[in-house]
């Protein structure tokens, strides 16, 4: 069965800096890898997300996020976030382009001025 | 707005009670998804129905069931509830019946029981 690991449930960080949120999923099949994020009052937004294809991958805000089959990764990356980037992101997995989406814990990035 | 409309945004009740909460997906999308997001639990997958029928079936309690209706709107229904049932319910919508056409969710309905 696939599952999710966000590995920090909390990044502190300071604006304009990088910042890389870390997420590793087990699964033995094929697998649809997702970010989303959800601001404070609000429902999921997605981010990026893989499919197949190029391994780096470019979404919304800034964000990219690199496939990485052999170490099981979908790290999230940002190269100087804001202010507004302070959110919870959440690391998502399907397998076999099944329906199901399997969720990590979360990740909740807070950018400091 | 994503597009997606979630009543009520907040719902109290007690114990044993019943309730409805309702989805409106965005408008031309046929699928809608059912989430909970629980502190203990985190985010789980609940059920999916597709053009009024069920497509893929998560983590749902035999408590809870769900239907999609011929206007495509839907309703979670949640029976016996128990003060573990109190969670964040999310809906979201999407054109097509695969995960990889994006999904939008609805800002949720916030379930407490008491």
């Known amino acids: 069965a696939q599952s999710v690991t966000q590995l920090d449930s909390q990044v502190p960080v300071f604006e304009e800096a990088p910042v890389e949120l870390r997420c590793n999923y087990s699964s033995s099949v094929s697998v649809y890898l997702f970010w989303y994020v959800q601001y404070p009052n609000q429902g999921l937004q997605l981010l990026l997300k893989?499919?197949?294809?190029?391994?780096l991958v470019k979404g919304i805000n800034g964000f990219e996020a690199e496939f990485n089959k052999s170490q099981t990764s979908f790290h999230l990356r940002k190269p100087s976030v804001h202010i507004s980037d302070t959110a919870e992101y959440f690391c998502?997995?399907?397998?076999?382009?099944?329906?199901?989406?399997?969720f990590g814990g979360g990740t909740r990035l807070m950018v400091k001025p | 707005d994503s597009g997606v409309t979630q009543t009520p945004k907040h719902l109290i009740t007690a114990t044993g009670q019943r309730v409805t909460l309702r989805c409106s997906p965005r408008s031309g999308d046929l699928s809608v998804y059912w989430y909970q997001q629980s502190l203990d639990q985190g985010l789980q997958f609940l059920i999916q129905y597709y053009n009024g029928e069920e497509r893929a079936k998560g983590n749902i309690l035999e408590r809870f069931s769900a239907q999609q209706f011929p206007d495509l709107h839907s309703e979670l229904n949640l029976s016996s509830l128990e003060l573990g049932d109190s969670a964040l319910y999310f809906c979201?919508?999407?054109?097509?019946?695969?995960?990889?056409?994006?999904?939008?969710f609805g800002q949720g309905t916030r379930l407490t029981v008491v």
């Open positions: 893989y499919l197949s294809g190029s391994t």
């Open positions: 998502a997995v399907s397998e076999n382009a099944g329906n199901m989406l399997t």
């Open positions: 979201a919508s999407s054109v097509g019946g695969a995960v990889n056409t994006e999904a939008f």
